[in-house]
């Protein structure tokens, strides 16, 4: 439950420099692959259901600006989905990274499950990126601040998931943990 991710003091948390990151992700997937590769096959429906909403909506015969608008939806729409989608996935392994520190049994569709029990911050969180990344890399002037508040934000799934925040102080907390690093 999400009450007991955000109190326990998981041995996630603990730092560790880049090797040990990398040597313990690799353990933890390559000792889990049935796990792991369950929680990433879930993007597959969600970019099916990206590549069929684009294609539908550039099949429409336009032409000039109407044909110009529907392309600019597909986009706005992908990108949307693909920024969700990913939200997800971040979510649902985080929380089963948590059930494994637990030593307690997960497979993919637990920790969809347990991911989705905070759906609002999540959604909410990742909404907020994706308004703000479509609003920047519009223009193209304001790509390099959409990849700066990327990767700001890119703890705010976990955030939300492990210490049980909402929207707006996921994106906070994120920012912090991420700040200067």
Same mark, same amino acid.
């Given at each position: ?36 590769? =369950?929680?990433? +096959?879930? #993007?597959?429906?969600?970019? *099916? $259901? ?6 539908? @909506?550039?099949? !429409? /015969? ?15 729409? =992908?990108?949307? +989905?693909? #920024?969700?989608?990913?939200? *997800? $996935? ?6 089963? @990274?948590?059930? !494994? /520190? ?20 999540? #959604?909410?969180?990742?909404? *907020? ?53």
């Amino acid at each position: 439950l999400p009450g007991e991710l955000a109190h326990r003091p998981a041995d996630l948390g603990r730092r560790r420099a880049w090797g040990q990151v990398l040597s313990s992700a690799s353990r933890m997937y390559i000792g889990r692959p049935l796990l792991f590769r =369950g929680i990433g +096959l879930m #993007l597959i429906p969600i970019v *099916l $259901v990206i590549t069929l909403i684009q294609g539908l @909506l550039i099949a !429409v /015969d336009g032409d000039g600006e109407g044909a110009g608008a529907l392309v600019l939806m597909a986009v706005l729409i =992908g990108t949307t +989905l693909t #920024l969700l989608g990913l939200a *997800l $996935v971040q979510a649902a392994t985080v929380c089963a @990274l948590v059930r !494994v /520190d637990e030593e307690s049994d997960v497979n993919p569709i637990d920790a969809y499950r347990l991911a989705l029990t905070r759906a609002r911050a999540l #959604l909410g969180a990742s909404g *907020l990126l994706a308004a703000a990344w479509i609003t920047l890399t519009a223009t193209g002037i304001g790509i390099p601040i959409a990849v700066w508040l990327g990767v700001r934000w890119a703890l705010a799934a976990q955030v939300v998931e492990v210490e049980g925040h909402r929207a707006v102080n996921a994106l906070r907390r994120s920012g912090a943990l991420v700040g200067g690093r």
